[in-house]
Each structure stands twice: as C-alpha cells, then as structure tokens.
C-alpha cells in the first residue's frame, strides 16, 4: 500500500472490502451502481480501483477504467481513463487523500497505456473541480441534462 501521508494508506480495493466500499458511496454521492457494475471495475482494472484505509478502515475510494476513444489533445485514437467515481468520508476530507486517490490512479493508467485522463463532474460541485483543477485537470465540455435531475455535467480532461 502507498502511504498519502502518516495517517492513511491506499492500495487496491479487494472483493470483500466492496461492500464497505460500495457503503461510502451510498453515503456521500446520489450516483450509485449495481453490484455487477463493481465487480466488472474491479475485474478489469484492480490496480485502478483504489481504497484509503484510516485504522484499517476504508474512508475513500476511486474507480476507474481504461476506454478506448478519440483523444482530445490529438486526433488519433487514443486509450483514456476514465474517473467513473471518487469519494471521501466527509470526516476525513482535506487531508490529501482525494488528491493522493487520482495521482495513484493516473499512475496505474500510464502504466496500462493510457495518454489521457478524463472525468464528468456536477457543474455546482466546487470542491471537486477544484480538486480536479489543482490536479491539472481542464474543462473541456458541458453535457447538459447529464445527471438524473436534470444537472449539467462538466467534462474534465489532462494529459497523463
Ligand atoms: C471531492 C472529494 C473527493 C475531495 O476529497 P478530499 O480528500 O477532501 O480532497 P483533498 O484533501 O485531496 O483536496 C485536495 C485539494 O482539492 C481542493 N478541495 C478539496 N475540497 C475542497 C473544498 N471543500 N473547498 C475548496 N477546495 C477543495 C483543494 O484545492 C484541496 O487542496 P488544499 O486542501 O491543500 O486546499 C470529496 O470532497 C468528496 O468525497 N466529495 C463528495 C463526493 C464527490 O463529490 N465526488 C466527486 C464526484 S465527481
């Protein structure tokens, strides 16, 4: 496990921590999965699929994929990740673990090969576009309607 300070530890969510994991989202995102959909993450990209551990207990996660599309810093096709969700324990924000949670997965994206990293945020979701911002992601579009009531998403995007 890489350590995002004294406090914290991050590695690779394994199958029998999905729950707590699964838990943390119901509590702190109105985006929400199927089991199946978990697992699949999982399967197909472990090393990017991240928990933080407080005391041995998992205070956030990350879930990402690698996807195949046309790059937005280029024309060719290009492999991506894509931050499919990230969230923190509300009484463990501001200690560096979101921030520590997307470095280490961009780490295990290059490594798969990936040249870029993009995410969809809530266009009223302050701290994580300045999370994001501070990380040197860009806004490279707006979808409209993106979220299930009606809310705009932004697309976010770096080079990686
Ligand atoms: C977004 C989220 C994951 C950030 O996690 P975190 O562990 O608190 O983030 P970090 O401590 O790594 O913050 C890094 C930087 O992001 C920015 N940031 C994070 N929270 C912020 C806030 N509430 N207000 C302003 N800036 C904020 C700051 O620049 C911060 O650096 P600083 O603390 O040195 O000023 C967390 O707020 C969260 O779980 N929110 C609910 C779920 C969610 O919205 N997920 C994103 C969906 S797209």
Redesign the pocket.
Known sequence: MNQPSADYLVGAVKKEELQDMININLK??PEHYTDDFYLELIQKFPEGCLVAKANGVIV?YILNRVELNFGSFGLNLTKKGHVVS???LEDY???????RLIELSMGAMRKRGCKEVF?E?RIS????I??YK?LGFTITKTIGGYYTNGEAAYVMERPI
């Open positions: 702190t995102l956030g990230v969230a923190v924000r501001r200690k560096g673990i979101g921030r995410l945020v979701n302050d701290e994580a300045n999370l501070k």
